[in-house]
């Protein structure tokens, strides 16, 4: 038998890093890029291991119909057997921040206060209800684009009403309470195969709700002038919180992901987001003692019969 790892995935700027680290690793793999394209439900998939990649902010990138699209492929692999890391429950926890909420907090780990809106007809009303400041954000979301704060219900019930309301592609509005950290950052964690790899922590001085990680996510500074690095390593998180997210991982059968928490004035821990289809940061991976590419490729490669792998010395 034999077989390679399949990337399944919508985003061709997210896979750089990982090309790499399957080159360096020697382990085979191929990209199936789900923007379009067919299945023949009755025809058995190719050997090997599949990794889904696919994510929330999706149809920013004008792939609004990829998470369609991988729910079947998903389940179609799934249905022949196929080893499907982050398979298509990982996904539902992709893309929608209710599911991942309802698992943490099911989980014991504490989340924001938090309410989803259907619809419009109500979220005036529920805002008002929920009382400022608060933010909304959308429940299919990603790259915290669609992230806002509210210091006033009657600005937001503006807002709403107005020709710049941006509703969710799902149509669920969350209003979230507004966490004040102790420290102008937040952490992520980044986990691979059930370890901990790192953590990152990423400054939050400017206000910004847009903290992708990956290269191609970066934007330069004035002048050409590269800003102050956003992400650097750290190395002081609680054991005890990193052991409650191992222990989630494993309940939701999540093989990769990062999860982003804040610690907050009033002396919380708050998780606030799951990543499945986490990236990494090259400043940070520069310093860092594991390589998180590196680490998802040996462990997909391990997965993969022998011979399929070109074993280094």
């Known amino acids: 038998m034999s077989g390679k790892v399949y990337v399944i995935h919508e985003n061709p700027q997210w896979i750089p890093p990982f090309a790499v680290a399957f080159e360096a690793e020697g382990v085979p793999f191929e990209e199936w890029l789900l923007t379009d ?10 050997e090997g291991v599949f990794w889904s990649r696919l994510s929330a902010s999706a149809h920013t990138r004008d792939h609004a119909h990829s998470k369609e699209f991988g729910r079947a492929v998903l389940r179609w692999l799934a249905s022949w057997g196929r080893t499907v890391i982050n398979g298509a429950d990982v996904l539902e ?3 929608s921040k209710v599911a ?8 014991g780990i504490d989340v924001p206060r938090t309410v989803a809106v259907f619809g419009t007809d109500d979220l005036v009303a529920k805002a008002r209800e929920f009382g400022a400041p608060f933010i909304s954000k959308h429940n299919q979301g990603g790259k915290g684009l669609g992230v806002r704060r509210w210091d006033s219900v009657d600005e937001f019930s503006a807002w709403v009403a107005g020709a710049d309301f941006e ?18 950052f937040i952490t992520r964690a980044e986990f691979v195969a059930g370890e901990f790899v790192y953590a990152v922590r990423v400054d939050t001085s400017a206000g910004s709700f847009e903290l992708c990680p990956a290269e191609a996510c970066a934007i330069p500074g004035a002048d050409g002038v590269e800003p102050e690095p956003l992400f650097r390593r750290r190395d002081d998180v609680d054991p005890a919180l990193i052991d409650r997210y191992l222990a989630f991982l494993a309940a939701e059968g999540v093989g990769i992901a990062g999860i982003e928490f804040i610690e907050t004035r009033d002396g919380r821990t708050v998780t606030y987001d799951v990543n499945t289809n986490t990236n990494y940061n090259p400043d940070v991976e520069a310093t860092a003692p594991r390589s998180g590419p590196r680490e998802i490729v040996r462990w997909l490669g391990s997965l993969l019969p022998k011979e399929a792998v070109g074993l280094r010395g």
């Open 37 to 46: 394209g067919s299945i023949d439900l009755a025809v058995e998939p190719p």
């Open 93 to 95: 926890l992709e893309v």
């Open 100 to 107: 991942q909420h309802a698992a943490l907090r099911h989980a």
């Open 167 to 184: 509703p969710s592609p799902d149509g669920i509005t969350l209003l979230q309470e507004l966490l004040v950290a102790q420290a102008p």
